[in-house]
Each structure stands twice: as structure tokens, then as C-alpha cells.
């Protein structure tokens, strides 16, 4: 059985309550360094960057494609203005016909070309509005990363604030506490919870009930006796 006076009991007690935060603490920090909504928003981000570099190809496929429907427009305009300056210059029937003839499919091939350029213009203006959506779904997106990486560096900020306090105030029970006692709960503290209080017969380090015999035993002990659960083998402080 250890002996320990009261004070040095609560002391273990206090150190076990620091020895829980600092770790609970660190656990949260570990959280906020890996923040998962940092990770989603970048790949969202990287998905859209993607998805931009497609839109940005298919624009430029559809401008060259326009210009050249509208340079074979010109040519075929050119063509028709040679044609009926031709057609006025004609000295027989036959080559007039062949002139008109020739006017007809110029004039028909035209009015495809210029069938396409209305639907180039109309998938020209779709492709414009898609690439001018994705820049604002991605400019929206990079404010949120930079907002949630600064979120997350207060956060790492102040917990890591948080733990050097946390371990300040151990060190400082660690100080006050009889190096033997402070060993002993060292070895217990690697094992499992090290200290415990009663919570009516059951242990709060390993949450079992205590034996009624060796609770009354446990209990009768003189104040500066320092008990272990039979269970778990903690310190139980009364
Ligand atoms: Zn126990």
C-alpha cells in the first residue's frame, strides 16, 4: 500500500485531470491541422480547374471554327459580286445560264455557311456563359480555402496556446509531487487510466464495480493511504 498524504493524493488527481486535457487537446489539434474541408475544398477546386481548362479549349474551338465560316462567307460573297458583274458581261444565252446556275448553288452554299455561323454564335455564347460560371464557382471556392486555412491556422494557434498552458500547470504539479508517487503513476499512466475516484462502489478509471469486501476494506484505510482498484489497478482517490 503507498502512502500519501491528502494534498499529494489530490495532486495525482489533478495531474491525471491535466495529463486527460492535454491529451483531448491534442487530439483537436491533430484534427485541425488535417482539416477535412481544406482537403474537399481543394480537390473541388482542382475539379474546377479541370472542368475550366475544357470549357477555355471548347471556346477556342468554336472562335476558329467562326472564323473560318466567316472568311468562306466573304469568299462567297466575293465569288458572287464577280458572278454578276460576269452575268451583266455575257454575250449568250447558254453562258448566262451557266452564270445563273452558277449564282444559285453560290447563293445556296451562302446560306448554309450562314446557318452554321448562327449556330456557332449560339454555342459560342453557351460556351462564353460555362466558362464565366466555372471562374466564379472556382473564384468563390478559392475564398473558401483561403478562409478555412486561416480558420484552421487560428485554431492550430490557439490549441497549441492551449497545450503549452495545460503543460505549464502539469509541470508545475509535477514539481510539487513526490518524485516515487510521480513514477508510480507514470507506469500506471502508460498502462491505462492512472487514477480514480469512486463512483458509489464502481471505479471511474475502469468504470467496474468494486468487490463490496474490498470497498469496506478500501474505505476503512487510514486518510493518507493511497488505494488501486483491484480491477484496473488505478489509484482510487476517496
Ligand atoms: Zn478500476
Known sequence: MITASKKQQTLVLRLSEFDFQIKRTSLTLKGAEQNASVEALRSESLEQSEKLLEANS???RLQDDLKKVLADIEMA???????????????????????ESELVSLQNRKSMLEDTELSLLEQLEAAEKLVSDISQVRAALSIRLE??????????KSLTAAISELSQK???IVAEL???????YQHKA?????????????CSACRLA?????????MALPEDSLP???NCDAFIIR
Open 147 to 156: 478562409q478555412e486555412l486561416a480558420k484552421s491556422a487560428g485554431e492550430s
Open 170 to 172: 502539469r509541470d508545475a
Open 228 to 230: 488501486t482498484c483491484p
Open 190 to 202: 502508460q498502462r491505462g487510466v492512472p487514477v480514480g475516484q469512486t463512483l458509489g462502489r464502481d
Open 77 to 99: 460573297d466575293t465569288r458572287i459580286q464577280q458572278d454578276q458583274g460576269k452575268a451583266k458581261a455575257v454575250s449568250s444565252e447558254r453562258e448566262l445560264k451557266a452564270v
Open 178 to 184: 513526490e518524485p516515487a508517487l510521480f513514477a508510480t
Open 58 to 60: 471548347n471556346l477556342e
Open 210 to 218: 468494486i468487490n463490496g469486501v474490498e470497498f469496506d476494506a478500501m
